[in-house]
Nanobody, 123 residues
Framework: VQLQASGGGLVQAGGSLRLSCTASGFIFSRRDMGWFRQAPGKEREFVAAIASSGLKTNYQDSVKDRFTLSRDNAKNTVYLQMNSLKPKDTAVYYC?????????????????WGQGTLVTVSS
């Protein structure tokens, strides 16, 4: 099982980035997917989740109007489009996979995790 996250980098406040997470080793279309982030010295926090079908999403309130999560099951990939980035969005972003939609923001519910990609937003 592998989750390969990419797309992180350095961007100025107000800018955009698109993170990708490509999965292998399991049936991607049967897994709900989530993104979490962890800033230095802080606990891991939920960012967004998308159901296996792509028909349901859930966002942390602070990103709801700025981030969009989507998936392409044919490509085994989930995308996190991040717009209007703020310095407080700076963190390592991790994608994760799970089965079941209950409590999508609970990291303990996720079975598989990627290695993370660093997003740095400068002011």
């Amino acid at each position: 099982v592998q989750l390969q996250a990419s797309g992180g980098g350095l961007v100025q406040a107000g800018g955009s980035l698109r993170l990708s997470c490509t999965a292998s080793g399991f049936i991607f279309s049967r897994r709900d997917m989530g993104w979490f982030r962890q800033a230095p010295g802080k606990e891991r926090e939920f960012v967004a989740a998308i159901a296996s079908s792509g028909l349901k999403t859930n966002y942390q309130d602070s990103v709801k109007d700025r981030f969009t999560l989507s998936r392409d099951n044919a490509k085994n990939t989930v995308y996190l489009q991040m717009n209007s980035l703020k310095p407080k969005d700076t963190a390592v972003y991790y994608c994760a996979a799970r089965t079941g939609w209950q409590y999508p923001s609970t990291w303990e519910k996720y079975d598989y995790w990627g290695q993370g990609t660093l997003v740095t937003v400068s002011s």
